[in-house]
C-alpha cells in the first residue's frame, strides 16, 4: 500500500488527490513529494491499480485563451493587485519569499520599485500568463491517459461538467 505517517497510507487518502494540489496533500499528510509522485508515476504506468485516477483538461483556442487570460489580468488589477503586493512588501514579505516570485506579484514588485511603470508590468503579468499556460498544455500533450475537453464560447460550466462526468461514467 506505500509508505505511512501517522497511520495514513497513500492508498487511505488517495481521494484527497482529486481536489488538493499535491503541495497541499503533501503538507496536509506529511508524504514527501518524492513519494507522491512515485505514487502518481506509478499509476500512469499501470504499476499500480489501487487509485483511480483520471486526469482532464480543458482545451479552448488558443486566441480565446489569451483573450481571457488578459481579460482576467486587467480584473486582477481593477481588483486591487498593486495594493496587495504593496501591503505584503510593508509587511516585510520580499523576492527572497517563494509566493512572492508567483506571475502577478513580481511584476508589480518591480513596478514599485521603479524597475518599469505599470502598463508594463501589466503587459508582462500577461505575457508570462501566456507561456505559463502555454508550458502547461506542453505538459500535458505528453500523457496519452489526458481526457482532453475542448471548450468553445458560450458552452456553460455545467455543460463542460456534464461532459466530464459522461466521461467518467464509462
Known amino acids: 500500500k506505500g509508505p505511512e505517517r501517522d497511520g495514513y497510507t497513500l492508498s487511505d487518502v488517495k481521494s484527497e488527490l482529486e481536489y488538493a494540489n499535491i503541495y497541499t496533500f503533501i503538507r496536509t499528510f506529511g508524504f514527501s513529494e518524492e513519494e507522491v509522485r512515485n505514487a502518481l508515476q506509478e499509476y500512469m504506468n499501470g504499476q499500480n491499480p489501487d487509485y483511480d485516477f483520471r486526469l482532464f483538461s480543458l482545451n479552448m483556442e488558443r486566441e480565446w485563451l489569451y483573450e481571457r487570460i488578459n481579460r482576467r489580468v ?94 467518467s461514467a464509462r
Open 74 to 167: 486587467d480584473r486582477l488589477i481593477d481588483e486591487g493587485l498593486v495594493d496587495e503586493v504593496r501591503g505584503l512588501l510593508a509587511r516585510g514579505y520580499s523576492l527572497d519569499n517563494s509566493s512572492m516570485k508567483a506571475i502577478g506579484y513580481k511584476e508589480v514588485v518591480a513596478y514599485l520599485n521603479g524597475e518599469c511603470d505599470l502598463d508594463t508590468a501589466i503587459d508582462e503579468i500577461k505575457k508570462n500568463t501566456r507561456h505559463y499556460a502555454k508550458r502547461q498544455l506542453t505538459w500535458l500533450k505528453r500523457y496519452d491517459f489526458v481526457n482532453w475537453i475542448d471548450i468553445s464560447k458560450g458552452e456553460t460550466a455545467g455543460e463542460i461538467v456534464d461532459r466530464i462526468l459522461e466521461i
